[in-house]
């Protein structure tokens, strides 16, 4: 759509305009009109009540572009730019009607650009950029400010033929008003369940949320009814409403680790400390070393042994938490339990052998021999000598020559027609 004038233009041009005969005006219009097709587009947008052939014009123009297909560089198949075009020509299009309080239209085209985008499944597109761009269309609707009676009429054209259109849904919520067609809306849904997400957002819009409570509590009740609740909350800043609901909701179904998100989240920022420990001791648990830190700025000093002692407990059976438990055992100076994981997991030598040195030094030289020798095996490709030759090259510059050379005599006697070994050995001057 091209750019609107300034203001100090129209400004300008009113008075202007208004002084003018109406049929010269008309005349300048359709001269105009026919240099600049957009310039008849919109007119005939603004002031036509045949909406049904503009939408039949878009119907074609929307099939032919989503059947332009290519391939990216990747080779997928991917919809050619000519239809990316014409897609967001018609986005524009729509944010025109909506302008101009063609609101009919602005639906209809809605309702042509959602079925017509419905056959991209599967094929590469910005698609949600444009789903985006249409939901906001959608809202934008349900704010433009119409005679009641033009309302009513949009809300009867949904209500009656668009029922199972998603987005027709969505532009009725900001549409309804008043406890009359609220009512009628919980009636209907007392006999159809398959709109139970268009009356929680109803609900949600009019803040009905001791309603909306009783809804979430009923045996039906599905779980993604309360992420659009708790998303809603989230969005509208109110944290406490947000933990209130994350738990009741982590309280009926299984987790959902979005949920456990929410709930972190909108405890910090509710100042709800208890929450925020519980969750980040569990996170923690997981492997998660960020929320370590956050557990011990939450903890009293005096407290914090105890936590330690206990996250030590978990993390140590935690096979997926090994970095994250040797970390944090360096971070604490728990120098005895690192040295017993290390014995266990030597590839952890490198990152903390400076914590463990010198008081064990002769039991890490026996260990680190010994695990040396496991790096390479006689089909062994020349990734696993590079590896083992950089764990010579540590041993070297930790002063431990003895052991560097025991290593080296042991894998030339074990593997001496291994050229790419010598090789490794040679150009990192260990041989």
């Avoid at 698609?127 to 009676?149: C, K, P, S, W, Y």
């Avoid at 936590?307 to 993390?315: A, F, I, P, S």
Wanted: net charge negative; aromatic share 10%; glycine share 4%.
């Amino acid at each position: 759509m091209n750019r609107m004038a300034e203001p100090d233009m129209r400004e300008a041009l009113k008075p202007l305009l208004r002084g003018q005969d109406k049929d010269a005006l008309v005349d300048f219009l359709l001269n105009s009109a026919m240099y600049d097709s957009s310039l008849a587009k919109h007119i005939l947008i603004a002031f036509s009540d045949d909406v049904q052939s503009l939408l039949h014009h878009w119907g074609s123009r929307l099939g032919t572009a989503v059947s332009q297909l290519t391939q990216n560089s990747f080779g997928e198949v991917c919809l050619a730019d000519q239809g990316e075009n014409v897609i967001e020509e018609c986005l524009s299009e729509i944010d025109f009607a909506i302008h101009y309080k063609r609101l009919l239209y602005a639906v209809g085209l809605l309702k042509v650009l959602e079925e017509a985008t419905q056959t991209l499944e599967g094929i590469e597109w910005n698609a949600g950029e444009v789903r985006n761009r249409m939901e906001a269309l959608a809202d934008a609707i349900g704010t433009v400010e119409i005679e009641d009676e033009e309302r009513l009429q949009l809300v009867q054209y949904l209500w009656e033929d668009c029922r199972d259109w998603e987005l027709g849904l969505h532009v009725l919520v900001g549409l309804i008003k008043g406890d009359e067609e609220i009512e009628c809306v919980r009636k209907a849904v007392e006999e159809d369940d398959s709109l139970s997400v268009f009356w929680i957002s109803l609900l949600l819009r009019f803040a009905l949320y001791e309603e909306l409570d009783v809804f979430l509590s009923s045996p039906g009740c599905q779980a993604f009814w309360y992420t659009i609740a708790i998303e809603d909350a989230l969005k509208a800043g109110s944290y406490v409403r947000v933990i209130t609901l994350s738990q009741r909701a982590l309280e009926r179904f299984s987790r959902i680790t979005s949920w456990d998100t929410y709930l972190y989240d909108a405890s910090i920022k509710a100042g709800r400390d208890d929450i925020t420990r519980e969750l980040a001791f569990r996170y923690a648990a997981q492997g998660s070393f960020s929320h370590i830190e956050m557990l011990k700025k939450l903890t009293e000093a005096e407290h914090w042994d105890a936590v330690v002692q206990q996250l030590m407990e978990v993390l140590e059976k935690n096979s997926q938490a090994t970095n994250t438990y040797a970390r944090f055992l360096c971070q604490e100076g728990k120098t005895e339990r690192l040295m017993v994981l290390v014995r266990d997991k030597p590839f952890l030598f490198d990152d903390y052998y400076d914590h463990l040195l010198p008081r064990y030094t002769a039991e890490l030289k026996m260990h680190m021999t010994e695990y040396c020798k496991t790096l390479i095996s006689h089909d062994g490709d020349r990734t696993q000598c590079k590896v083992l030759v950089q764990k010579l090259l540590l041993l070297k510059d930790l002063g431990w020559e003895d052991e560097v050379q025991s290593l080296r005599g042991y894998f030339l006697g074990k593997y001496p027609a291994k050229r790419m070994l010598k090789q490794e050995l040679l150009h990192a001057r260990v041989l």
